[in-house]
């Protein structure tokens, strides 16, 4: 069984930054590959990054490049994102998910997280 545990998410300003983290648990863990989506309300959930099981390969959706970094700590089983320069359009919950590389890009992930909502706000 696989648990992810998002944390982090919270109520920023235009132009500000957060980092989400994901606390991650069960057998398969350190052999997967793991990423970040997100779905605001009325939408579909949408890819944000991905970044592979050695954390060498990393992809991001065009909206976030040069905005998102998607880091983990193997040894901690941790995956983070920190977010900079949020825009209002970057308002979603954002969710932390594992799996096969080509599905995350797929956005057919193994597993969810229960989501952190972030807010982008004046």
């Known amino acids: 069984q696989v648990q992810l545990v998002e944390s982090g998410g919270g109520l920023v300003r235009p132009g500000g930054s957060l980092r989400l983290s994901c606390a991650a648990s069960g057998r398969t863990v350190s052999t997967a590959a793991m990423g970040w989506f997100r779905q605001a309300p009325g939408k579909d959930p949408e890819f944000v990054a991905a970044?592979?099981?050695?954390?060498?390969?990393?992809y991001y959706a065009n909206s976030v490049k040069d905005r998102f970094t998607i880091s983990r700590e193997i040894a901690k089983d941790t995956l983070y994102l920190q977010m900079n320069s949020l825009h209002p359009e970057d308002t979603a919950v954002y969710y932390c998910a594992l799996g096969d590389w080509n599905n995350l890009l797929r956005v057919r992930p193994d597993y969810w997280g229960q989501g952190t909502q972030v807010t982008v706000s004046e």
């Open positions: 970044i592979s099981q050695n954390g060498v390969n990393r």
